[in-house]
Each structure stands twice: as C-alpha cells, then as structure tokens.
C-alpha cells in the first residue's frame, strides 16, 4: 500500500486565489524544494493568473532566492509542460478510475470518494519519467529552444465553407424573403381568387354594425403605407421565429457557438435559354409561312427569357436577404466586439503589455505591480466617496420631504387658526385692512437652503472642534 502525504486547500468561491497561492509556495514548495537546492537559486515557471503575482507571493520569493518566469500569454498550450504532456495522461488515468470504481462498488464517484479515486489516478499518471518528459518536451529541460516551432506560435487559420445550388436557403435568409414580400403576397393571392372585398365593419346577415370591427387585413393596406418602421417590424417578427435566426434580433449577449450559416450560391442551370439569334436582323425577304414560324420562335424565346429573368430575380432576392442576414449578424459581433475593446485593463493587461513573458521577482515588476495596486486603492477610493456623496444627497432630499411634509400640516393649521381669527375680528367690527396676514407657507427651496444650512453650520462646529483638539 502506498502511502502519499497531501494539502487540501478551499477558497470561498471555490477558485484559487492569491491567498492560496502565497500558502501553497511557503507551505509546499519551499519545504519541499529547500533542502534539495542547498541554497542555490530556485526557478518557478508560472502562467499569467493573477493568483500567481501576489504581492506577498512575490515578497517571499525575492526574501528566499526562487526567481518566478511568467509565461508569455496566450502560449501555454505549447510552452507549459502540465498541458502539453502531464494533463493528457491525467485524463486517461482519471477516466480509467472512475471506470473501475464504478464498476467495483456500483455507485458513481462522490465527495467522500473523490480524493482516493483522485489520488490514485495522479500517481499513476504523474510518474517520474512523465514529469522529466514534460520538461524536455518544452525545452526547458534540457534546455533546448527548437522544440518549440514557429508553427505552433502562429494565430489559427479562419476556414470557410461554400454551399451550392440545389441546396435551399437557410430558414433565416428565407424568413426575411418572406417578409419583403409579405404585403405583395397577400395581394397577389386576392387578385388572382377573384374574391370581393368585404365591407369591413359590416355583415350581410346583420342589420347592424359590430361594436368592434375586425383587423384590417394586410391585403388591403396600401402597399405605399408599409412603411421601413413596418417592415423591419414584420422582419424582426419573422427572424425572432426562427431557431436559428432568433438570436439576431434578440437582446441577450451573443455567444461563440451562435453562427449563421454559410452563404448559398445559386445558379439558373439547367433552364431553357432564350435565342439570343432571333435578335439578329434579317434582309432577305419573307413569305407570310417564314414570318409565322419567327412569331412563334420568338414567343418562345421569350417565354423562356421570362423563365430566367425570374429565376434570376428570385437569386438576386435571396443573396439581397441573406446580406440582410449577414449584416445583422456583423452588427451583433460589432457590438461584442466593441464590448470587448471597452474593457477595463486587467493585471494581465498591464503586466504583460507587449505579450513576453516576464521575470515576476525583479525589481521593475515589483513597482509595477504596487502602482498598479495604488491605482486600484485609489479608484475604490473616488467609488466609495462618489457613493457616500450620492447617500448624502439621498438623505438631504429625505429631509426635504419630510420637513415638507411636517411644515405643510403646520401650515394648514395655522391657516384655519388664521380664518377663524379673522371671522372673530369682523364679527368685532374689525376693518379688514386691520386683519392679520394670511400665514405664508415654506417653499421647497427655502426648505432645503434651511436643511443645507443646517447641516454646513454642523460640519464647520466638527472641524473646529478636530482644531481645538489638535490644538491641545
């Protein structure tokens, strides 16, 4: 039986942390790592999390001689051992476990299972010759920088796919043809039904008018009022839908896996061409018999130029719908993109600027790293004021309201005090020029001057008195 010492370790929201991290290099690596050194310099290849430049990780490091390389961003797949080789074998080993613990007990594998299966699955996969193959596959041990190609540090190639007739048109591009001829359509149909328009408002079986009369049809809306706001409300209708096309139109945030579909080429094989010959002037003379046969041929030509003239149409109106498609789609991945561009700098952003990797233990990014703190401090701080100013701008106007509130009942008090004064004085004979004045009642500004006031005077009383203090 092999016994095997570990630390487990938790953070509130279950992701690594800086805090963490500090622990892990003073509890783990440096008591398993100092002995063997014997005072010479220890290498740490890191990738770029933030966990991983803490500033009480850094200040370790530096005080007990372990240098921290950062890995350049974006290039872990190639440079970091534990992706190119370890965690590929830990796949295996952990599949292969849960495989065999399942079987062996019938049950799926639980919190109380998890770090046996888990351990075994790590020894068998984190084996002394792996972990040397790690190194060496990525040339830091023995060093050896051509490993490393050209090609896989090369940004990844954008493929594209062409679809060809006879296929159809996505239901996105063939819901927005719908919609550009919604109006025409129901025209078209009437016209061609014979049917009578109907009274609207009235039926032939009643003597009387609905209190209510039905919609009026689309059918029978000139086609002058489908205005562009209509259109583009009947294209939104119809796009929203549509499985595949509904996030189009929607409000939620785009995502990768939502792509509209690769355009459809089209093409008028296989019609009947007209011929284009009969168009060529003829001088020699003609019987009644020839002229008939060209009337005919030329009828025909034209029937089969009709033929093209709508297929071509109907192509011209779908590649129109699916720039319509395609530009909605732009607009969408213009607004994430625009997202993504307006994000705030993160750690990473600001020390790795020109995307190299780094030496996380100089000098140069230990200051980097404390303004980059200080910067932080210092915005939280203009937070926290800006807050406090618009609570304090809260409570004055809740004063306001209440004061308001309080002087306006006075107010009516003072005011019926005041009619009745004035009804006993007339009834003494009283002139009325000689009456009280009629109460004034506060206004709203005058209200909050009062409060402001108020609350100025308090401060200046509380700064004297820090004066004062200081002063003894």
Not at 76 to 95: N, P, Y
Request: with cysteine; hydrophobic share 35%; charged share 25%.
């Amino acid at each position: 039986m092999c016994l095997i010492s570990f630390r487990i370790a938790h953070s509130p929201n279950g992701w690594t942390d800086g805090k963490l991290a500090a622990r892990w290099i003073v509890d783990d690596f440096d008591r398993q790592t100092r002995e063997k050194a014997a005072g010479e310099t220890r290498v740490l290849l890191l990738d770029g999390h933030n966990s991983h430049h803490s500033l009480d990780l850094l200040t370790f490091s530096r005080q007990n001689n372990i240098d921290i390389l950062g890995y350049p961003p974006k290039c872990t797949h190639a440079l970091q051992g534990l992706d190119v080789v370890c965690f590929a074998r830990m796949k295996e080993a952990w599949k292969e476990e849960i495989c065999h613990f399942e079987e062996l007990h019938r049950t799926a594998v639980k919190k109380g299972n998890f770090t046996g299966v888990f351990g075994r699955a790590f020894l068998k996969a984190f084996t002394t010759n792996m972990i040397l193959a790690a190194f060496s596959a990525t040339g830091i041990y023995p060093f050896n920088a051509d490993v490393i190609t050209g090609r896989q540090m090369k940004p990844s190639l954008l493929t594209s796919t062409q679809a060809a007739f006879p296929l159809p048109q996505p239901s996105p591009v063939r819901r927005v043809m719908a919609a550009f001829h919604h109006h025409h359509t129901h025209s078209s149909a009437d016209a061609s039904s014979g049917a009578v328009t109907p009274t609207l408002g009235l039926d032939p079986g009643s003597a009387s008018a609905p209190k209510t009369p039905p919609p009026i049809p689309d059918s029978l809306i000139d086609p002058a009022l489908f205005t562009p706001s209509k259109c583009g409300g009947l294209l939104t209708t119809a796009l929203a839908g549509s499985s595949s096309g509904s996030f189009l139109v929607a409000d939620a945030k785009l995502t990768s896996d939502q792509r509209i579909a690769p355009p459809v080429l089209e093409h008028t094989q296989g019609l009947p061409m007209p011929n284009w010959s009969l168009l060529e002037k003829k001088d020699e003379y003609q019987t009644r018999d020839d002229m008939q046969k060209q009337i005919e041929e030329l009828t025909d030509s034209l029937r089969h130029a009709q033929i093209q003239v709508q297929a071509q149409n109907s192509i011209i109106e779908g590649a129109h719908a699916q720039l319509v498609v395609q530009d909605l789609y732009l607009g969408r991945l213009n607004d994430s993109l625009n997202v993504h561009e307006k994000k705030k700098a993160t750690d990473r952003t600001r020390i790795f600027p020109d995307g190299q990797g780094r030496l996380l233990t100089s000098d140069q990014f230990q200051e980097e790293l404390a303004k980059a703190a200080e910067t932080t401090q210092a915005k939280a701080a203009a937070q926290e004021k800006a807050k406090a100013k618009r609570q304090a701008k809260k409570a004055i106007q809740q004063a306001v309201d209440d004061l308001w509130k309080s002087r306006a009942e006075e107010h009516k008090q003072a005011l019926q005090a005041w009619e009745a004064e004035c009804a006993e004085l007339r009834a003494a004979g009283i002139l009325k020029k000689n009456l009280p004045k009629r109460p004034v009642r506060m206004t709203k500004a005058q209200i909050r001057q009062e409060i402001e006031g108020s609350s100025d005077e308090g401060s200046s009383e509380d700064d004297e008195n820090e004066v004062s203090s200081d002063d003894d």
